[in-house]
């Protein structure tokens, strides 16, 4: 269970809010657009991208678990434009919120990733059982780790890939990063 106080925020030209129905086109769009960039990574690609893809019911099992405050699917927002995406997942322990992330690929680069996670973890922080937020990453997947790296989170070493994370081109070895709720200071306050 989520019990974050707030589902949105922003910093800046950035934001991140939770999907909605409405945002089916839109997101299949970019995951379209996206698809050789994150298939390596992300398991759920050919959701969107399959021919009789209707995107209306691949995000209403989304919506419905963020209703239901299992999981948050959110979308990055740049200047109000859609570039990616944030996830908040209850699946590391009582007291510890997930977040994942990723990006349409001409938007990397840019420091836009870490700022949204970021944004993300000041909203996994407002829930008071929230003492700990953990990003997991195939340790293949680099540029993934540069994130929780620039963030200040620390680094809990590898291990076998736990059941959903899934990467298709990954390694099966699972790198862990981890920030306790002392060590942040939050994030849209000073950016
Ligand atoms: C993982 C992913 C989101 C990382 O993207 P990214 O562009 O490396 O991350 P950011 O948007 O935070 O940008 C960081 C880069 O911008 C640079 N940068 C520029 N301005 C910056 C700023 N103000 N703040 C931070 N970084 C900045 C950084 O130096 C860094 O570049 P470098 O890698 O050459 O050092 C992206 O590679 C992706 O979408 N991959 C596919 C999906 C995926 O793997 N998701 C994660 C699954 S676990």
Do not use: K, Q
């Amino acid at each position: 269970m989520i019990r974050i106080a707030a589902a949105t925020a922003a910093a800046g030209p950035l934001a991140i809010r939770p999907w909605t129905r409405d945002d089916a086109e839109a997101v299949r769009a970019l995951v379209v657009a996206s698809a050789d960039h994150l298939a390596p990574w992300m398991p759920w690609v050919g959701d969107w991208t399959a021919p009789d893809c209707d995107p209306r019911a691949v995000i209403e099992p989304l919506v419905a678990e963020w209703e239901r405050r299992e999981r948050y699917h959110g979308g990055i927002y740049l200047d109000g434009a859609l570039i990616g995406s944030v996830g908040i997942v209850d699946r590391v322990g009582p007291d510890a919120l997930e977040v994942g992330y990723w990006l349409a690929p001409d938007a990397t680069g840019r420091g836009h990733a870490t700022a949204a996670t970021a944004l993300a973890v000041d909203l996994a922080f407002t829930d008071p059982d929230v003492e700990r937020v953990v990003i997991l990453h195939d340790e293949a997947n680099v540029r993934s780790g540069g994130v929780p790296r620039r963030l200040g989170f620390a680094d809990r070493g590898t291990g076998p890939e736990r059941a959903g994370l899934g990467a298709p081109g990954g390694s099966g070895v699972e790198r862990a990063w981890e920030l306790a709720r002392a060590d942040w200071s939050g994030y849209a306050s000073r950016a």
